[in-house]
C-alpha cells in the first residue's frame, strides 16, 4: 500500500503521530504538492491520499472517500488566500496568478469571481515560488492565489495591501463550511488494506489534536512561521466531513457542474463496517 500525505503545516494533525512513531499504519508514505499527489492517486500511483476536493469530482468514478476526515473550514482558513494590489472589485480585466499546486483554490477563486464579485479577470499560473518576492514582483500580475505554509509566510510579509481569506468568503457568500481536500482510495485498492490505513488516520488525527502545542513547535521551525501564527492556524482548522461539511462540499461541486466544470455525481463513500 502507498498512501500520500502533503508536506504543509496543515495536514501535520493527521500524520503527525505517524511520524512520532504512535501510531502505525500498512503502508509507505508518499510526500507531495496537492497536485502531485492528485496526479499519482488519479493515474493509480498511489492506494490512498489525500486529494484536491476538486480532483475527487473529476474522478468520482475510480475513487472513493473515506469518512470523518478532510481538511475543511467553518469560516477563515488562514493559507488559502488570494493577495491584491487593488481591491478585488477593481481586478475586472486584470492579470490574477493561480497557484499551480490547488486546484480545488482556483476552482473557488473562479466561481467567486463569477458569482460574487462579478469580475473577470485573466487567470495566468504562478510560476514563482509565492515566498519568493523578487520573482512574484517580477511577473506581471494584479493578484496571486497562495495556499498553504507559503500563504502563511506572504502574510506575514504583508507584501500585498489586500487579503481575501477565500475560507472566509465561501462562508459569507454560502453560510456553510467549505472542504479544501479530501482523502480518498483507489476502487481497485485492497479494501482491508484501506481500513487500517483508515483506522490509523483517524488515530493519528485524534492524537494530533491533543498535541497542536507541539506541532505549532515543529512546524514553525521547519516552515519559518512565527509559533504563535502556527498555533492559531492549527486551532482554526477543522478536519471534520460531517453532514454540514458534506453540505458544503455539495454546494460546491452543484456549482462547478453548472459551468461543466466537475461532471455530476454523487459522494460515494468507503465502507468500513
Known amino acids: 500500500m502507498k498512501l500520500g500525505r502533503i508536506g504543509y503545516i496543515n495536514c501535520a494533525p493527521v500524520y503527525g503521530a505517524i511520524d512520532q512513531g504512535v501510531v502505525s499504519v500498512p503502508a509507505e508514505l508518499v510526500t507531495g504538492t496537492p497536485s502531485e499527489l492528485n496526479d499519482l492517486l488519479v493515474a493509480g500511483e498511489l492506494d490512498v491520499s489525500v486529494i484536491s476536493a476538486v ?47 490547488s486546484r ?21 499560473e504562478a510560476r514563482a515560488e509565492a515566498t519568493d518576492l523578487a520573482a512574484l514582483a517580477a511577473l506581471p500580475h494584479e493578484a ?11 502574510a506575514a510579509a504583508r507584501a500585498y495591501p489586500h487579503r481575501y481569506d477565500l475560507g472566509a468568503e465561501w462562508k459569507r457568500w454560502t453560510g456553510l463550511p467549505f472542504v479544501f ?6 476502487r481497485t485498492a485492497d479494501g482491508a488494506a484501506v481500513r487500517h490505513c483508515h483506522a490509523g488516520l483517524l488515530a493519528s488525527l485524534q492524537w494530533g ?39 458544503g462540499l455539495a454546494d460546491f461541486f452543484r456549482r462547478l457542474a453548472a459551468y461543466g466544470l466537475v461532471p455530476d455525481g454523487s459522494l460515494q463513500f468507503l465502507q468500513v463496517a
Open 55 to 101: 480532483e475527487y469530482a473529476r474522478h468520482q468514478r475510480d475513487l472513493l472517500l473515506l469518512p470523518d476526515l478532510a481538511v475543511s473550514c467553518d469560516g477563515p482558513v488562514r493559507s488559502v488566500a488570494l493577495f491584491s494590489r487593488c481591491p478585488v472589485a477593481e481586478l475586472d480585466g486584470k492579470t490574477v496568478l493561480l497557484s499551480a499546486s
Open 104 to 124: 480545488t483554490s482556483a476552482a473557488l477563486v473562479e466561481l467567486l469571481c463569477r458569482e460574487v464579485w462579478k469580475i473577470a479577470p485573466r487567470f495566468a
Open 209 to 247: 489534536l491533543g498535541h497542536l502545542e507541539f506541532l505549532a513547535d515543529t512546524a514553525s521551525r521547519t516552515a519559518g512561521v512565527p509559533r504563535a501564527a502556527c498555533l492559531e492556524y492549527l486551532k482554526g482548522l477543522d478536519y471534520a466531513l460531517s453532514y454540514k461539511h458534506l453540505a
Open 181 to 186: 481536500a479530501v482523502w480518498a482510495a483507489r
Open 144 to 154: 496571486v492565489l497562495v495556499i498553504g505554509d507559503a500563504a502563511l509566510a506572504l
